[in-house]
């Protein structure tokens, strides 16, 4: 069975630049979170979905960053103006609420010039 | 606000040592506690605790959890260089699906 698929796998862009990652979350799960992950403040949750509704943006840093998920199978994080503090690795996590254990992707390394 | 610390920060050992990992939450609603290994990459998950007592094993690792104490214990026997990671607790934030993540406890073992 396929885990959490994310892509791209790495990044690198400049400043100003609209990054869009992407996640398939495993099939069936009904939760979907995306984490940021860096040296200076470890891993970070951003926002999550149930059924493909967000239920807490609350750690979303701002307004550059927006997320959705379409369907049950898709959801994207997108930056934009990306900027360099935004560099860091980008998880995406799924899980069935039956079971509070989330399933990570591989992740995405960030790097904005 | 809920919150989880972790000790130590950091360890180096060599490898055949056992080594004991630990974890302390305050969260509303406890529901149960995870633990999870990350190396170069993402985490992978590793034990679910909700019983007080229980202990969770799996090959050379294994874990408790102690509900009185608020904490579990993550124990790593005869440790190889393979071991080396981050171990990250994490229990439900209450009343919610967020994990609340500790800083991490980073363990390398050398040979």
Redesign the interface.
Known sequence: DAGVIQSPRHEVTEMGQEVTLRCKPISGHD?L?WYRQTMMR??E?LI?F?NNVP??DSGMPEDRFSAKMPNASFSTLKIQPSEPRDSAVY?CAS?L?S?????????TRLTVL | EDKVVQSPLSLVVHEGDTVTLNCSYEVTNFRSLLWYKQEKKAPTFLFMLTSSGIEKKSGRLSSILDKKELSSILNITATQTGDSAIYLCAPPQGGSEKLVFGKGTKLTVNP
């Open positions: 939760y979170f470890g891993l949750l999550y149930n239920i807490d998880f899980s609420k079971s509070n254990t989330q399933y990570f992707g591989p992740g």
